[in-house]
């Protein structure tokens, strides 16, 4: 059965916030001054050297920093969440970037990037720009410019009298919190103990969206939606989601509706790049020198997009400038996402999903964890010769060897975060023991991916010595859970590390 013991203990703590649905993580760019490299700026940033003091801002407001925020190990602002006042009002939350240099904000081009709209504060070494010329955001707003210099400059001095010093490359996760302490005095069986229990809550919290469809009668549409969600990545995961409501499975089977076997996974890409935006305008096709490859692959998915919008009810929901590439790895894309989800239900469109899915759970005790995934990735294989197979864009150059469109991470994805909780749901709504006990076996024998930046992040806050914090992140339910702490502890705490409720939770557990 899954434990209940973090979520019982958890549901007794004051003003604590649970799991909306999903949520949702991003990633970086960085770059290195010849003098001070920002990675040292942002370990300065995070220790706080200047203690609890208020420092004061480049137009002379005081700013107290009530906390740092999380360290952000992908695409947008360096730290998240952070806590400040300013001018004694009350606790504001905001993104933090981090440079060198104030003028590195125009230099990234961040003025014109809206991923850096949350941003609040923008905290440089040395303020090279005065107030004359100060940074704003795509969205017109303005920032709260923070120098560090007058306020590190003993620190300052030290780094850059022994700028090479390996030493001094510190990773600012490597801060333990407050929680580090308690979380070492119950030692590592319990402490893994407690990570698994929170990561099998955190299943439990997610199975709510299901269970609330299947009362409704909605389940399989909303597996299927999960689905969608899950291969979105977090950088389009909403756009996913809304697809998904766009081209209902009922929809999609009328786009199928007389169209060859082989020609069934073509039909749907259709539907799906032409509701997504994502053909390639007519006006376009003409400027680029496309290969004969890339301009039949066009003409197909333009012939199949023509003939599924004759029947759809629906029409291009989204534009290019929804699908923001810029600072995501080429393999999330989402035109291979796309072509890959089509070609899984040109094969098992016709079939019950929810029928299709169970089996993973039926053969849970079978040839053991790697036996259970290589079923899940042979739901998922892609289409032979498929022609994102071989690109990651359109016209991009061809691949060396051919890939999985939907690969291990994403197959692993969609069974944490939609497989489990969806059989979870079921198991509890027809009071079915066994079920629920091959759910937490699955559960626990999906293979980790690589840790995403909240669950370095509170690996390192808790346990900050490598082997320890390795541990933490070693399984797929103890990221899950590291996570489920993260929302329910650090994102849901306007005080901070300095009320932190965790620690009072692990006490309670001691």
């Not at 973090?6 to 991003?26: A, H, P, Q």
């Not at 990773?171 to 308690?182: E, I």
């Not at 089977?253 to 039909?267: F, H, P, Q, T």
């Amino acid at each position: 059965m899954f434990s209940r013991l973090y979520l019982d203990m958890t549901s007794s703590i004051s003003l604590f916030v649970r799991e909306k649905e999903n949520r949702g993580d991003k990633p970086v760019p960085q770059r290195h001054s010849p003098r001070v490299r920002e990675d040292m700026v942002k370990a300065l940033w995070m220790e706080q050297p200047w203690g609890a003091s208020p420092i004061r801002d480049i137009a002379g407001n005081l700013i107290e920093i009530i906390s740092p925020g999380w360290l952000n190990g992908s695409f947008g602002p360096d730290f998240k969440d952070a806590l400040f006042r300013l001018n004694g009002g009350p606790v504001e939350k905001g993104d933090v970037e981090i440079h060198v240099r104030s003028s590195d904000w125009m230099a990234h081009k961040h003025h014109l990037d809206p991923g850096y709209d949350k941003t609040r504060l923008h905290v440089s070494l040395y303020s090279d720009l005065g107030q004359k010329t100060r940074p704003s955001k795509h969205s017109g707003a303005a920032l709260i410019e923070i120098e560090l210099a007058p306020v590190c400059a003993s620190f300052i001095d030290r780094i850059r009298a022994e700028v090479t010093s390996p030493s001094l490359a510190v990773d600012p996760a490597k801060v333990t919190g407050r929680c580090g302490g308690q979380f070492e005095r119950l030692g590592p069986e319990k402490g893994i103990e407690v990570l698994e229990a929170a990561g099998e809550g955190r299943c439990e919290l997610k199975s709510g969206r299901y269970a609330t469809a299947m009362a409704h009668e909605s389940g399989p549409e909303e597996l299927y939606r999960g689905i969608l969600e899950a291969l979105g990545y977090s950088a389009f995961k909403t756009n996913f989601a809304r697809l998904a409501g766009w081209l209902s499975l009922d929809r999609l089977k009328s786009v199928l509706d007389g169209v060859e076997w082989r020609n069934r996974s073509m039909a749907l890409q259709g539907a799906f790049f032409g509701v997504a935006g994502l053909l390639p305008e007519p006006s376009l096709r003409r400027e680029k020198n496309w290969d004969a490859e890339t301009v039949e692959y066009i003409g197909k998915l333009s012939e199949a997009w023509s003939r599924a919008s004759s029947t759809l009810p629906v029409s291009p929901g989204f534009s290019v400038q929804d699908w923001r590439l810029a600072g995501t790895r080429p393999a999330n894309y989402p035109m291979g996402r796309l072509a890959g989800v089509a070609d899984f239900l040109s094969i098992h469109l016709d079939s019950d999903l929810e029928a299709l899915l169970a089996r993973l759970t039926d053969s849970a005790g079978e040839n053991g964890a790697q036996g259970k995934f290589e079923k899940a990735m042979g739901l998922f294989q892609s289409k032979e010769g498929g022609y994102f197979t071989t690109r990651y864009t359109f016209g991009g150059r061809r691949l060396a060897q051919p890939r999985k469109l939907i690969g291990p991470e994403r197959v692993a994805a969609i069974l944490i975060n939609v497989v489990a909780p969806y059989f979870l749901a079921k198991a509890r709504r027809n009071s079915n023991r066994q079920l629920e006990e091959r759910v937490r076996e699955l559960y626990h024998s999906i293979p980790p991916g690589q840790p995403n930046s909240i669950a370095r992040f509170m690996a390192q806050r808790l346990a900050p010595a490598p082997v320890q914090a390795r541990a933490l992140v070693k399984t797929a339910p103890r990221q899950q859970g590291l996570i489920q702490i993260h929302t329910d502890f650090c994102s849901a705490n306007e005080k901070g590390c300095e009320d932190c409720r965790f620690a009072k939770y692990l006490a309670k557990l001691d």
